[in-house]
């Protein structure tokens, strides 16, 4: 877990700093009805989500769902249809993160809340991330109960779609470092426990198996072959993926070897090797969610887009936060990661998109920030946080701009292709086609 976003977390949410304001996307008033549910909006650059874009774009919604996309002037608008002028925009599909773990924040804001897992913080969650043009997301591991895998059948206004993996396994009270986390999941000690655990999880349909394989340099013990390899195997005879938490590189090998679909982190100790790559090559459809390090230096750039949801004070204790951790917190921790993911994506591995952090929303922009700098284009980076995460996540009805789709989109101000970082100049989110109020949620958060 990132210590800086884990940081931020259980910060105070709800004190006084006024949001940025975001400007309101024009509308042509004389084309406008009120009554209608159709809406053409025009003029703008779309990033489709496939690596592909249109210059001068229209696009139809209707009922929540793209009905027409293509060139401005050859769609066919509905008599009724509003218009929407996006002239000088640029037009992206929601960000997906596949991996997240709610509950770190109490909604109050108190900084010494114990962690919580209550469906009102969850959805609190959910609308940051939607602030921050996130249309979904995999909760991967520490969900306690069954009332977050409920959540996954509501639909929340002005929310991210939820996922979640339940509770993943690790080696009794071994899991994510937090001490009041580690009990969450199973604790396996035995091939029939593992293998017992998956069934539970199969009986709930959770999205994706996770399993933790890393010592938590050497304080706790991981999980074995002998017992990855049938939770592994059970797994795929239930229909279910499995996604590892890793930090060796020789870890990483053994449970290639055992038939892991992906990992949950980038390989952290040292550079991967040929031999690593060749294990890749025999497995394609292995998925990597790099999750990068944070940088002190990068989150300082950003405080003003953080604290359009912050109260003055917590990005008081951020700043404090992050100068104290600068100094125990080399960047080599990134370099090794950076390199790591650079030569897995140019041969072509799947790269997803996933921020390991507890919903603030943000830091979504930070990490498809390091992902471009870690090598890839800004194009392909887009891809990952957008058709590729659907994929994985099984939401087929996302991340791409096309017909049939959600109608669930950004606004920019900037085109991201230029610079990675104009992912952060939201103008508008849209979810189902219905526009997140985010003026009322920013002013929620901070009156």
Known sequence: MRVIRLILFCLPWLAACAPQETPLTERSNESLDPGSNVTLFEGARLIIGDGSALENAAFIVENGQFTQVGLANTVEVPPSAARVDLTGKTVMPTLIDAHVHVGYADIRGMTDAPVNYSRE?????????????????????IDPGDMPLQLREEEIAGAARFRSAGPGMARPNAGPGAADRRDVPYGVDTEEEGKAAVRELAAKKVDMVKIWVDDRNGTVPKLTPELYGPIIDEAHRLGLRVAAHIFYLEDAKDLLRAGIDGFA?????????????????????????????????????????????????????LRTAIAEQAAEDPEENFDVQARNL????????????????????????????????????????????????????????LGTITN????????????????????????????????????RLAASWTE
């Open 121 to 141: 913080n969850i959805i609190e969650h959910l609308r940051r991330m939607a602030y921050y043009g996130i249309g979904a997301t995999l909760s991967m591991g």
């Open 265 to 317: 982190h980038g390989i952290r100790d040292i550079d991967v090797d040929d031999e690593f790559m060749e294990l890749l090559a025999k497995r394609p459809y292995t998925f990597l969610i790099p999750n990068l390090p944070d940088s002190g230096a990068r989150i300082m750039a950003d405080l003003p887009f953080i604290a359009e949801t912050m109260p003055t004070e917590a990005v008081d204790e």
């Open 342 to 397: 650079s030569r897995m994506y140019e041969a072509g591995v799947t790269v997803v998109f996933g921020t390991d952090g507890g919903g603030a929303g943000w830091d979504a922009h930070e990490e498809i920030a390091d992902m471009v700098t870690s090598g890839m284009s800004p194009a392909d980076a887009i891809v990952a946080a957008t058709s590729n995460a659907a994929r994985l996540l099984r939401l087929h009805d």
């Open 404 to 439: 049939g789709k959600s109608a669930d989109f950004i606004v920019l101000n900037a085109n991201p292709l230029d610079d990675i970082k104009n992912t952060r100049s939201i103008a508008n989110v849209y979810i189902k086609g219905e526009e997140v109020d985010r003026m």
